[in-house]
């Protein structure tokens, strides 16, 4: 079983930075595109950043030029380094990955979530 597991949220003061990572464990086939989800308090999850298995990456447009999305597919891991952050990025994020598995099903697997609470 493929299991997704975040770590490196935390409460940050405003304009400062934080790093999450994503790691998928267990066995698998492949891992097709990795990404970053958030919800804030009474809001739906919202895609913020996706990274393809040859690295292609897009940022949505709220978080453009703050966030980076990175992935080390020998580690079967990827990273959102978050950079002047904002209150409004409070949320919990959550890291999302599409798996092939070992009988080429393809899955669609989420972690657990790590907050991010942006306050002074």
């Known amino acids: 079983q493929v299991q997704l597991v975040e770590s490196g949220g935390g409460l940050v003061q405003p304009g400062g930075s934080l790093k999450l990572s994503c790691a998928a464990s267990g066995i698998m086939w492949r891992i097709k595109a990795m990404a970053w989800y958030r919800q804030a308090p009474g809001m739906q999850r919202v895609l913020v950043a996706r990274?393809?298995?040859?690295?292609?990456?897009n940022v949505e447009d709220s978080v453009k030029g703050r966030f980076t999305i990175s992935r080390d597919n020998a580690k079967n891991t990827v990273y959102l380094q978050m950079n002047s952050l904002k209150p409004e990025d409070t949320a919990v994020y959550y890291c999302?990955?599409?798996?092939?598995?070992?009988?080429?099903?393809?899955?669609?697997?989420w972690g657990q979530g790590t907050l991010v609470t942006v306050a002074p």
């Open positions: 990274a393809t298995s040859s690295s292609s990456t």
């Open positions: 999302n990955a599409a798996v092939v598995t070992t009988s080429l099903r393809e899955v669609e697997i």
